[in-house]
Structures are given as C-alpha cells and as structure tokens.
C-alpha cells in the first residue's frame, strides 16, 4: 500500500512538506503543491482519513439535527447543507429526533464523543438540561429555523414568520375577508407561535374581533389539516377565509373542503405557509407564503464553515425575508 513517505520519497522532499502541501499550508509553493498531487494520482495514493483528522485535529464530520428529515421543508434546507459541506470535503451525519427530546439529547451527547467539527441544530426542546448540554459542547452550534435561548451565544438561520404571516392576513383582509379562521401548529412550536402571533395582532390591528371557535392548534399534518377545518367549519359558520400555519396543514384543508364540495376561492379562501412544491401542482395552486429554504440551508452551512475556520468566531445571525405567492386559492369576498 502506498503512503505518504512514497510520496516524498518519489518527489525528493520530507513528509512534513508532502503533508502540508495536501492540507494546502499557505508555505508551500503552488508548484509544489502541484507536483505533489501529480505524485500522489501516479501512485494511486489516497490520503487516509484518520491520519489527516489526526493530523489537523479535525473529524470532517458535520451533525445536522433535524426533528423530521421527511418534512420536505426540511429536507430541501439539508441539501442545501451538503451542497456547501461536500465542496469543502465534509460528510453529514444526520440526526433524524422525530421530535423526541431523548434523542436530540442521544445525538448532542453522540455528537460530542464523535468529536464532530460543529452542529447544524433544529431543536424542539430547550430546557435547562439541553442548554447546558450544549454550552458543554465546545464546538460550533448553528441554529437552523429555530432561535437559541438568550443564554446561548449561538447564531441563527432563519426567516420572519411574524411579519411573513403578517402579509398573508393582511391579503385576506384586502380582499374584504373579515371572518378569517386560523390552522395552528402544535403550541410549543416556536414558528407557530410567531405564525399566530401576527395573525391575532394583524386582526386586532384592523379592530377585528377573533372568533373564539375560529382557531385550532396541534397539528403537523395532512391529516391534521383536514381535521381541523371540519372543526372550524362546524363551529365558525360566518368563516369565509383560512391562514393555515404551513402548507401542509392548508392543503389537508383543502381535501376536507373538497369532500364537501364546497368551492375555493367562490366560498372559502385559504392561505398556507412555506411554499413547498407540492402547493404549486395543478388542482392546488395553493396562495402561500415562500421561503427561501435551499438557501436558508446553503448559508447555515457556510456560516459553520467559517466559525470552524476561524476558531472563537460567534457568527453573526441571518434572517431572510418572505415573499407572498398568490395563486388560485383566494378570491374576494362580496
């Protein structure tokens, strides 16, 4: 097998300039460099993985956690991750919670004794324990579509869900919408709470009263979705309008009204949250609300890389902004 020292025995120099001619060190010369990688093809050397973690005090491994790797936002954020992280040479190791507070903890702990490089985190738990577990790290933490408690100098990845919620109500209301119900996420969900927070201020703002049967929180799914406009449906009989809090929650929506026949936009206008792809199909054309996700990925990636590459960098936070799509599911009220 053959090893560095071949290398530098074919190219007449010492092992240490071999080395750091392949760790790319700004003292050798890009002729060397050159000959160097000339060697190593010609004799079919590929470096060793280990000896170069070793060497560079480095694993090249990235922990990316995330609550749901089948949630096509999220899965469109994580390639975005390993576009940027494969160009510089790292593999992703995934950490797929299912929303479990157990094993977000299993995989900071993992993360650790693996001596990982840095973290890309969306966490849904951030009690006591698991802040110190992460304090405790040592290692680079971005968040990603969540933000860190105050306690955490760690940035963050992120888009305004308050103000991109905002516009969606604030359209409903343009189009002469005054009855408008809300489809919430589960209540502890950071996103939802902000999704709901603009909805209730942008309805207070124009003196709308909240009909107290008009919102419904607690669900994730198609299948929540579809439940939760049967209920409002049959507790709010004056509702012409839905902001649902994400895409999926308004397309289940969507299913129960056309079960029912009941025609959208002629009798029920809906708004969703996220732009996913499937939102765009034909028979849906869901109005919603973008964001940039592959992007949001993209830079998450990179503000790791460059807090790993320059050690005590804090990173500075990133928040993207959101752009209303409006297709076919709203209409005006008359």
Not at 2 to 9: E, F, S, Y
Not at 22 to 36: A, F, G, L, Y
Request: contains cysteine.
């Amino acid at each position: 097998m053959t090893t560095i020292k071949d290398v530098a025995k074919k190219l007449g120099v010492s092992v240490s300039t071999v080395s750091r001619a392949m760790n790319n060190h700004p003292d050798i010369r890009p002729e060397t460099k050159q000959e160097v990688l000339e060697a190593m093809k010609e004799l079919n050397y590929t470096p060793n993985a280990v000896a170069r973690s070793l060497i560079q005090r480095r694993s090249y491994t990235i922990g990316l956690m995330m609550p749901d790797i089948t949630d096509p936002f999220l899965s469109a954020m994580a390639q975005g991750i390993e576009e940027v992280l494969s160009d510089d040479g790292y593999q992703v190791v995934y950490g797929n919670t299912s929303r479990s507070r157990e094993k977000e903890e299993s995989f900071l702990l993992s993360a650790a004794q693996r001596k990982m490089d840095g973290l890309i985190i969306t966490s849904d738990f951030m009690d006591s324990e698991m802040i110190q577990l992460l304090k405790n790290l040592d290692i680079p933490v971005v968040f990603l579509r969540r933000r860190p408690p105050a306690e955490l100098e760690m940035p963050f990845v992120d888009v305004d869900h308050y103000q991109g919620s905002c516009k969606a109500v604030e359209y409903l209301l343009s189009l002469h919408h005054e009855h408008i119900g809300f489809i919430g996420m589960p209540e502890y969900s950071y996103t939802g709470q902000e999704r709901y927070r603009a909805y209730r201020d942008t309805m207070n703002k124009h003196g709308i009263d909240i009909h107290p049967e008009g919102i419904v929180f607690g669900a994730r799914s198609y299948e929540g979705g579809f439940q939760a406009m049967a209920q409002l449906a049959s507790a709010y009989s004056q509702m012409t309008a839905v902001f649902a809090a994400n895409d999926i929650l308004a397309i289940g929506a969507l299913e129960w009204l056309a079960e029912q026949k009941v025609s959208v936009p002629g009798q029920m206008s809906i708004v969703g949250f996220d732009n996913l792809e499937v939102s765009n199909l034909h028979w849906i054309k869901l109005t919603t609300v973008a964001q940039p996700r592959k992007e949001m990925g993209r830079r998450a990636a990179e503000l790791l890389m460059t807090m790993i590459q320059t050690k005590g960098s804090k990173g500075s936070s990133i928040l993207f902004d959101t752009e209303l799509i409006i297709r076919n599911t709203c209409q005006s009220h008359t």
